[in-house]
């Protein structure tokens, strides 16, 4: 097997620690978990950019083929049809990404538990690096605003959204314990609201829903009274925060996310003025334990990863307009 330890290079390459300027790393073999996905395809798509293998590993249970259609006759390209909740075995580094959100179902906390478990255990195995795409929801419905790494969050452990909350907090917990107790070199990544093209049209999230109900000349449907917040961070700026991780010295965790605070009502008027002056808003109930607010503190990132990100919503909301339209045409 392919022994080449992805980030063998890690100790002295961090942009903190003074990369030089036009550094490349050798290439590497990346497992990617989820890699069909919104945010998996697209870091698929930077990885084999800079040279480096790519392994997909995912059930399409969000994700979709066409993601990644492109790279199927890449030779240095690989998708696999597999549920992480099943050991697999590979030689390989590992980059976990997979989620599931969308409805909160019962089995999302034995997906991102048993997923990060055998994840873990074959980047124990194998001694690759592993990056845990983990989520500002650990923060629960914040006390603390911004949030900042070094919150312990609330959340409900028994309410509607825990299985994705717990899940992800256990999820970093055992990433932690297998670093400690296991010598596996670890990343963790806490991603704010991301979007952009490729996400997937109808599980749920608040920009897919406006923009696929503005283009489909439907209300756009806000819940509660709107006036809970988020911050909203487009694909690329995310892409280049995780690359940053994986390559940098620091396990983290690091908030990735941007600082443009909205709120829903705000975010229904900038999806209005990018699509349609004429789209309407229609209240509807909230779902229990919404987060009233949300809004990352980067300061770690900025220092520590050199890493900020520089799309703002206004920016990055056409390009994904542009690829929602073109999905919508085609249904
Ligand atoms: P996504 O749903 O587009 O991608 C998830 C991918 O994982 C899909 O391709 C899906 O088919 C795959 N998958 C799900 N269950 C699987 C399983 N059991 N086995 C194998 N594959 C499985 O979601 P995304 O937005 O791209 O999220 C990617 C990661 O980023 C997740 O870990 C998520 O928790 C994290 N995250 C995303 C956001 C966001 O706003 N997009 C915010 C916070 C955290
Ligand atoms: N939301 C909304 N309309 C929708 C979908 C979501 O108003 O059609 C609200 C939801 O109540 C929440 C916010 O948008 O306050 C963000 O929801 P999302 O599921 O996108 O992300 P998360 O709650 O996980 O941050």
């Known amino acids: 097997p392919d022994r080449r330890p992805l980030f063998s290079f890690a100790s002295h390459t961090s942009s903190a620690s003074g990369v030089p ?23 698929v798509d930077r990885l084999l950019e800079q040279g480096d293998s790519v392994i997909v590993v995912d059930n399409f249970f969000t994700g979709r083929k066409d993601n990644v259609a492109h ?11 597999h549920d992480v909740v099943e050991p697999i075995l590979l030689e390989n580094h590992v980059l976990h990404l997979y989620i599931i959100k969308s409805g909160f179902l ?14 873990l255990g074959l980047a124990k195995r194998i001694g690759a690096r592993f ?43 055992l990433t932690m314990d297998y670093h400690r107790g296991g010598g596996v070199e670890v990343r963790i ?16 999230r608040v920009v897919s829903n406006f923009v696929a109900q503005a283009l489909r000349r439907q209300p756009m449907t806000v819940y509660g009274d709107g006036k809970q917040t988020r911050s909203f961070q487009y694909v690329s700026d995310l892409v280049a925060g995780l690359m940053a991780l994986m390559e940098g010295d620091h396990i983290g965790p690091f908030n990735l996310g941007n600082p443009g605070e909205f709120t829903m009502l705000e975010l229904a008027q900038v999806v209005k ?41 206004r920016e990055g909301l056409p390009l994904m307009v542009k690829d929602f339209r073109q999905r919508i045409l085609d249904e």
């Open 21 to 43: 300027p036009g550094f490349r790393p050798p290439p590497r073999r990346v497992v990617v978990t989820g890699g069909a996905g919104f945010v998996g395809s697209h870091l």
């Open 273 to 313: 003025e990018t699509i349609d002056p004429m789209a309407t808003i229609e209240f509807k109930p909230n779902t229990a334990d919404d987060p009233h607010m949300r809004k990352p503190d980067i300061t770690k990132a900025k220092h520590l990863l050199r890493w900020e990100p520089k799309v703002s919503l």
């Open 106 to 119: 019962n089995n999302y906390y034995k997906t991102n538990v048993m997923g990060t478990l055998n994840m």
């Open 189 to 204: 990544a806490r991603i704010f609201n991301t979007y952009g093209p490729r996400m997937c049209l109808d599980d749920g």
């Open 131 to 173: 990056l845990l795409t983990s989520t500002s929801e650990v923060y629960g419905d914040p006390l603390e605003h911004p949030q900042k790494e070094t919150y312990w969050g609330h959340v409900n452990p028994i309410g509607v959204r825990s299985c994705y909350d717990e899940g992800k907090r256990t999820a970093e917990t």
């Open 71 to 81: 790279h199927l006759r890449n030779p240095r390209f690989e998708l696999l049809r």
